[in-house]
């Protein structure tokens, strides 16, 4: 069963293979160009030449500016600070144990009072969980794990309790459950929850600020500021000033939270929302553009030194 839910759903280890015109429209820079005749007098074919030649340059001229000025905005960043490098999917995937209809079942254990709200679901038999406490003992386990990288796993809202201390409930009411949880012996309770990870909402953490939104899928970005979960800046009328931009760590996909728009300068085609795709076990980290700048200075400077190492290894072997 686990290896048939594991092939119906999409992979996790790897985002789903874009065709070109879902690249073209998700990501401008690599949209397709118009095949170009070089058939022609000399004249025309020198000429054309010159031209792709200087758009080319142009272009470049371009990265290397906005590379200049990043670096120069982010040039009090410590370079001997640490900066996470590994964000992999698979991590949390292995925490837990996936079964059919593309659900996941896993264990918590939760010190007493659990810091969270218990509901019958209003459409079938079962309890779920429909909130979680700030500051309560679900809320500090959430965040021992997601943000301190302890062992095990976290709740989200929408999981469905399938046993309590080993006993299972499911299907059961929460007039039946909640005496079990009430009267359970020992200073804490293990819960056994049920995720559909394709469904429900997705747990997003922002750095570097380490905040936590649980966000339903198809929402706007942007949401999380207007409720006060995180701070987006903007400092711009196109939204090229990247002030917003949120990046993906695992698969490199760039967020834009604002929705500024202008005529004179498309806003790029960053999506704006969270992913209807997501599988839900793994929380989606965005880290602002300052973060993700660190993030991909510390990646260039592994890269640097694996290179450095390889080279000397086979120095060593000569």
Not at 189 to 207: E, N, S, W
């Amino acid at each position: 069963a686990m290896a048939i839910a594991f092939l119906a759903a999409p992979s996790l280890t790897s985002p789903p293979r874009l065709t070109a015109s879902v690249a073209s429209e998700a990501f401008p820079c690599h949209a397709a160009r118009p095949s170009v005749s070089l058939r022609g007098g000399g004249e025309g074919r020198c000429a054309l030449v010159a031209g792709l030649a200087a758009v080319g340059l142009a272009g470049k001229r371009r990265a290397d500016v906005q590379r200049r000025a990043e670096e120069e905005e982010f040039d009090d960043i410590d370079d001997n600070e640490p900066v996470q490098t590994s964000y992999d999917p698979e991590d949390w995937v292995k925490r837990v144990k996936m079964i059919e209809g593309q659900r996941a079942v896993f264990d918590v254990t939760i010190p007493k009072p659990l810091g969270l709200v218990p509901k019958d679901y209003p459409n079938r038999p079962g309890v779920g969980i429909a909130k979680i406490n700030e500051d309560g003992n679900t809320d500090k386990l959430n965040k021992k794990v997601i943000l301190e990288g302890g062992e095990g796993m976290w709740v989200l809202e929408g999981d469905e309790v399938i046993a309590v201390n080993g006993e299972v409930v499911e299907g059961k009411s929460l007039e039946e459950v909640a005496p079990l949880v009430k009267s359970a012996e020992g200073d804490s309770i293990t819960l056994t929850l049920c995720r559909a990870y394709y469904a429900g909402p997705v747990k997003v953490v922002f750095l570097p600020s380490g905040k936590v939104s649980t966000m339903k899928r198809g929402i706007e970005i942007s949401q999380a500021a207007k409720v006060g979960v995180e701070d987006v800046a903007y400092s711009c009328k196109e939204g090229w000033c990247k002030a917003c931009w949120q990046t993906d760590p695992m698969y490199g996909v760039v967020f834009r939270a604002c929705n500024a728009y202008s005529k004179k300068k498309p806003p790029p085609k960053n999506p704006r929302t969270i992913p209807q795709q997501w599988n839900n076990v793994v929380p989606l980290w965005l880290l602002n553009n300052r973060e993700a700048f660190k993030l991909a200075r510390a990646k260039k400077k592994e890269r640097e030194a694996r290179r450095k190492a390889f080279k000397e290894s086979q120095k060593e072997e000569k």
